[in-house]
């Protein structure tokens, strides 16, 4: 905690992509599950009313999850990190604003969509689309100067690119293609856009940073395993576009391998800081989730029952996506403010509540009352990060601890 309380002005989320797009990625956190919790609540206990929106809530809660709220923060790493990696200079403000407008106009758009506004669907889609073409512009421009054949960066933009292309299923969904566009929007943001992007960032991130404080650790991060979750990611993102459930695990079985084998080479043996482990601890959702994915395509093969539900995917998104977002985030917000790199009490809440909240998700699938289930993993969620939120959100509004710029 510091010491002496700093002045606190909006105007320094202006001076670096990170603080910008992570506040705005926290506070679309709390907004998008907050609504999503509060709809939830209304139909499992008519309590209150809450609107059916169009389109339906649970499409919507995906869309806002994979396309709003964590691409908030893959554009404030990467607006921050590509430079760094290129050795270029840092990316201006005027060109990474538009961006954060977009993301942000596009989420409360949206939500008041959802809400009743009848025309937010389409502006929050417009505001949305609007904010990743700047933030794609500027990333391609960066790549396009880069002399150094970063792999990582390459990877991060395609998965990028491909989010864009869910962009458009789910615009033309919206202008009155049939529901299958919107299915292929949500999968291409599972497969082909949010397991891409962590991938990639574990894959240059873990092995380094495990580097720096674990005594005689070798990192080891051969293209050869990135580049073979690729083909497997999008051979998933391919199988479930065709409904062929039953056929997931000939790409799930070896993901499963991979995800493993990652896992058991990454993993910094001895003492290693809290601050670290967390990032380790968060990747073992990894195998678990493409266990449960092989486990239900097998099932469903023989018996043609769907038998965990979601429960495969929210082990990915909650246990994966969740837990090391909490991790990722607060290693960059406590370097880039000039404060200690150690996990703060409210990041450990965050983060071991997270790793209850997706328990509780996933099984809730085969729970009885699983939409009691589900309400209590959604407010879950907000009693985690509500408190991580208040945090990280008020060190974006202060200057760096060390008295540094940035």
């Known amino acids: 905690?510091?010491?002496?309380?700093?002045?606190?002005?909006?105007?320094?989320?202006?001076?670096a992509p990170h603080r910008l797009m992570f506040f705005i990625g926290a506070t679309n956190l709390l907004l998008a599950m907050g609504w999503w919790a509060a709809w939830l609540l209304a139909a499992r206990w008519p309590v209150f009313s809450m609107p059916q929106p169009d389109p339906y809530a649970g499409w919507l809660h995906a869309f806002v999850m994979q396309y709003q709220m964590l691409p908030s923060f893959f554009f404030g790493f990467l607006l921050t990190t590509f430079p760094k990696w290129m050795g270029l200079p840092d990316v201006?403000?005027?060109?990474?604003?538009?961006?954060?407008?977009?993301?942000?106009?596009?989420?409360?758009?949206?939500?008041?969509?959802?809400?009743?506004?009848?025309?937010?669907i389409a502006i929050g889609l417009l505001m949305t689309m609007a904010g990743w073409l700047a933030g794609l512009l500027i990333l391609g421009r960066l790549l396009r100067r880069d002399r150094s054949e970063n792999w990582h960066a390459r990877s991060c933009f395609a998965a990028l690119a491909l989010g864009l292309a869910g962009l458009l299923c789910w615009t033309a969904f919206v202008l009155g293609a049939p529901p299958l566009w919107a299915f292929a929007s949500i999968k291409i943001g599972s497969?082909?856009?949010?397991?891409?992007?962590?991938?990639?960032?574990?894959?240059?991130?873990?092995p380094f940073f495990a580097s720096r404080v674990?005594?005689?650790?070798?990192p080891w991060r051969p293209l050869w395993l990135l580049a073979a979750c690729w083909p497997l990611a999008l051979g998933h993102m391919g199988l479930e576009l065709m409904h062929a459930y039953g056929w997931l695990w000939l790409v799930d079985a070896p993901l499963l391998a991979l995800s493993g084998l990652m896992l058991w080479r990454w993993w910094p043996r001895g003492d290693k800081p809290g601050l670290l482990s967390v990032l380790f601890i968060g990747l073992a959702w990894l195998p678990l989730a493409f266990a449960l994915y092989l486990g239900q395509s097998i099932a469903y093969e023989m018996t043609g029952v769907y038998w965990l539900g979601r429960g495969p995917a929210h082990a990915l998104f909650v246990g994966f996506f969740g837990s090391v977002l909490v991790a990722m985030v607060t290693r960059v917000t406590q370097g880039h403010s000039g404060r200690p790199l150690v996990m703060?009490?409210?990041a450990w809440f965050a983060f071991i509540a997270i790793q209850i909240v997706a328990a509780?998700?996933?099984?809730?699938?085969?729970l009885p009352d699983s939409m009691a289930w589900h309400v209590a993993a959604a407010i879950g969620w907000l009693v985690a990060f509500a408190p991580w939120v208040a945090r990280i959100g008020r060190i974006y509004l202060t200057p760096r601890a060390d008295g540094k710029p940035g």
Do not use: K
């Not at 497969?191 to 240059?204: K, T």
């Open 191 to 206: 497969f082909g856009l949010l397991l891409p992007v962590y991938l990639s960032v574990a894959h240059r991130m873990f």
């Open 92 to 120: 201006d403000r005027r060109r990474y604003l538009p961006v954060g407008a977009g993301l942000f106009g596009g989420q409360l758009a949206t939500l008041l969509g959802a809400m009743g506004w009848n025309a937010g």
């Open 344 to 346: 703060p009490a409210v």
């Open 214 to 218: 674990v005594p005689g650790y070798q």
């Open 360 to 366: 509780i998700r996933v099984a809730a699938e085969v």
């Open 1 to 15: 905690m510091d010491r002496q309380p700093s002045p606190v002005s909006p105007r320094l989320l202006a001076t």
